[in-house]
């Protein structure tokens, strides 16, 4: 009977516990880096924003174009002239008229709006640095909690593996006891209950396992991982975090603060953008060309100039149907709404930090008390195993001493990743989870 319930551990037994590759959180975190498609698209909004922070975007440069034309008329003419000129007619007078030229244009004066208008391409440039710095900070973060939620799958599953085989053991004991008629055929059938509970179990881990793989790998953006994988993972905590330092980052580096900041400038860029439309417009063309004419009736047959040719132009907006006022409104409370979106950030920051770390303090007591605990219990699991072995100890006895020592060992785990996941936390609400 215990040959049948090996086969089925080896079955139950993913690739994981035969593993070959060994991945690092670091190395899974660069992966995502690399691949991650948001990190990507986040990515390629810089470059959109560093196209457009130009000079030339600005309205800085001048603008050059070139410039030609032609035109052919032929129709009855009648030409009467003063001054006792005989009168001219033509059935079929002929005009041509065409022209050559460059022209160059460029605004010498318009309230400065060229001037915020740099600022402002450079601010949105920034804005999007910071929202590529969040997206790193959100991926990254996911992934590590991803990372140790396969990583605790596999522990469970080989919490579960090890009370399997404890179970084996013990069964293989009572066949021989019963074998020489010393056996409790009761406590058998029990055992065999409870393994093939525990085979469920081992089963429903492996979906855990395979469903967590998907998950991280989703996030890495590629098939990066397979079930064949052994992970190293770091419990040590970081002893020099302390409150005052996370929120100071906090405050400061979290990349959604520093986004609500540069949006604060952004808005009072597009403010003064808007106040230049008070200012009169200087414009100036510079031209050099060549016009040209032939005529077969009037005083003039033909004409030809060539030549440079410059014009200054003057423009103020008298009355613009209130449109001025209305754009001022609107960007004062665009202001107004993101100063105080970025109160209420400031303010759900350090609540969160204060969660964070009150969690975290939590989480470093928990794990010395179930590191105790795992030490009580594995040595008296050990106690008992040995009077069972020797008849001095019940079935039931050895069965609650087995199961208390299994239990510490997920209640130890368990709050281990969770010291290190908040600890983790912290570091990503201080915007340093990617130095």
Known sequence: M???????LLFCMPFVLFAQQNIELDEVVQQAIQNNYNIKIAKNSIEVAA?????????????IDFSGGYNY????????????????????????????????????????????????????????????????????????????????????????AEKYQL??????????????????????????????ADSAQLLRVRVLIRNAVRQLNRLIGTEYLDEAVQLTIETDLDLSINFESILEAALQKNPAIVQANLNIESAKMDLKITNSELYPKLNTTVSYGYNGNQNDVGIVKSNDAVGPSINLGL????????????????NKLRIEGRELSLAMLRYETEQNVKDAY?????NKLLMALESSNTIISKTNFERVRKSYELGQANYFNYQQASFNYIQSQKKLIEAQYNAKLSEWELRFLAGKIIN
């Open 315 to 330: 423009s103020y907006a008298l009355y613009s149907g209130g449109a001025l006022k209305r754009a001022q409104k609107q």
């Open 2 to 8: 215990y040959l049948k319930f090996s086969s089925l």
């Open 358 to 362: 009150t969690k975290h303090e939590n």
């Open 167 to 196: 179970n084996l053991e013990q069964l293989q004991r009572i066949d021989i006891q019963l074998k020489y008629g010393q056996g409790n055929e009761a406590e058998r059938l029990n055992l065999q209950s409870t393994m093939l």
């Open 51 to 63: 196209v457009n922070a130009t000079i030339g975007q600005a309205g800085f440069l001048p603008v």
């Open 73 to 160: 008329s032929n129709s009855i003419s009648k030409t009467t002239f003063y001054g006792g000129f005989p009168d001219q007619s033509n059935d079929a007078a002929a005009s041509q008229n065409y022209n050559a030229g460059v022209n160059l244009k460029y605004t010498l004066f318009d309230g400065l709006k060229p001037v915020y208008k740099l600022k402002k391409s450079k601010i949105d440039l920034n804005i999007s640095n910071a929202q590529y710095q969040s997206e790193l900070q959100n991926t990254a973060f996911n992934v590590v909690q991803a990372y140790f939620n396969l990583a605790k799958s596999m522990e469970d599953f080989r919490i579960a």
